[in-house]
Nanobody
Framework: QVRLVESGGGLVQPGGSLRLSCAAS????????MGWYRQAPGSQRELVAA???????NYADSMKGRFTISRDNAKNTVYLQMNSLKPEDAAVYYC?????????WGQGTQVTVSS
């Protein structure tokens, strides 16, 4: 019973901040690379950020300097800190877990950026 449960989404004004969380269960968390993707209406799903089991991070160019991904292995949780939010950041944000041939996805959490 693998579960990835996102939380922390909601409505925020442009320039504001939001912190997303993804709690994992049913996996040996420390073995997995974790990531965040997003999808806006009419757009392709795109990578936001990823973090390897060893703590190496990777970001889409438009997120660099604004978003930070981190993980807490003791809590089986990955986070996405989002600062300086723009209207174009509005999307459903999805959490992923990957280990070798195994891949799991959460149900997503809605982020709305509007004044």
């Amino acid at each position: 019973q693998v579960r990835l449960v996102e939380s922390g989404g909601g409505l925020v004004q442009p320039g504001g901040s939001l912190r997303l969380s993804c709690a994992a269960s049913g996996i040996i968390f420390r073995f997995y690379a974790m990531g965040w993707y997003r999808q806006a209406p009419g757009s392709q799903r795109e990578l936001v950020a990823a973090i390897t089991s060893g703590g190496i991070t990777n970001y889409a160019d438009s997120m660099k300097g604004r978003f930070t991904i981190s993980r807490d292995n003791a809590k089986n949780t990955v986070y996405l800190q989002m600062n300086s939010l723009k209207p174009e950041d509005a999307a459903v944000y999805y959490c992923t877990a990957n280990f070798r041939e195994l891949e799991y996805w959460g149900q997503g959490t809605q982020v709305t950026v509007s004044s």
